[in-house]
């Protein structure tokens, strides 16, 4: 196996419009990662894309939607097209989901995991025999620290990341005992200063106030800013880590989901109001 290297590779990056996917596109670039962007919204793939040609790196940009099987079936011969090889791939895009399980509607669940898990689990298929033709390359899983616990409100959510990480592992189980060149990070941020909640499908009859309430309160906990936590990923990237946890918050979730496994979330919730009150105080 070559010696790895970010410079000179090409990362095909989901979700690159904003966010995490923006940030961590920016950070690769500045260490010489061309870049592949991929993200529903086209506006925001061109903005992203014209800060990452700055660093002097080569940039193409796909808009699509990565549930749309066909376009991810099409994906890799667009990106070969324009860079010849690709060395990581990155499923980082993603979307949220509240409400109780009773009150979501069957259609919206299907919707997240599509884009969660099955883009995920579709776009690794379509890439991984791309990257098994280079000497060492990697295959970067977002997941969540809700992939670690389990809140309520967010079975569609969680069940989507906890899916993403239960794939991961078994996938970089089967690579290693292969000898495939491709290795697996399984990234798992916290609380990310992103617009995942902002966006988030609400269950339909949710009261307003209750609403507002909570999306203040998500807003308070979300403290980390993307750029801070594409760092943390590239560095993970950059050393091949099998797991990376982004910030202090999914650090401690993973600590805490160790030591009570059955009962974490009351230890937990208790956590978050005590986070909720200095703020509100």
Do not use: C
């Given at each position: ?34 870049l ?74 299907d ?38 616990i ?53 269950a ?45 918050d999914?650090?401690?979730a ?28």
């Amino acid at each position: 196996m070559k010696t790895w290297t970010l410079r000179g590779g090409v990362a095909v990056i989901t979700g690159a419009a904003s966010g995490i996917g923006a940030a961590l596109a920016l950070n690769l670039a500045r260490r010489g990662m061309h870049l592949a962007l991929v993200d529903l919204n086209a506006t925001g793939l061109e903005t992203v894309a014209a800060q990452a040609k700055a660093s002097g790196v080569t940039v193409s940009t796909h808009a699509m939607d990565v549930a749309d099987h066909a376009a991810v079936a099409a994906l890799p011969a667009a990106v070969l097209a324009s860079h010849r090889h690709v060395t990581v791939l990155v499923n980082n895009a993603g979307v949220a989901l509240g409400g109780l399980f009773e009150q979501v509607d069957a259609d919206d669940f299907d919707w997240l995991m599509a884009i969660n898990f099955g883009a995920t689990v579709r776009l690794t298929r379509a890439f991984l025999p791309v990257l098994a033709r280079e000497g060492a390359a990697q295959l970067v899983n977002v997941s969540s620290i809700f992939g670690i616990i389990a809140p309520p409100a967010q079975t569609a959510y969680s069940a989507s990341k906890f899916a993403v990480r239960g794939f991961s592992e078994s996938l970089r189980h089967e690579l290693e005992m292969t000898g495939s060149p491709v290795g697996v990070t399984l990234v798992h941020p916290g609380g990310v200063r992103t617009g995942i909640s902002e966006n988030a499908r609400l269950a339909k009859g949710l009261d307003a106030t209750d609403v507002a309430r909570e999306r203040a309160n998500w807003r308070s906990l979300l403290a980390l800013a993307p750029e801070a936590a594409a760092e943390t990923i590239a560095t993970g990237l950059a050393r091949r880590a099998a797991r990376v946890l982004v910030g202090q918050d999914a650090r401690a979730a993973a600590l805490v989901q160790r030591l009570f496994p059955v009962n974490y979330w009351k230890h937990v919730a208790r956590d978050i109001a005590r986070r909720l009150e200095r703020k509100a105080g």
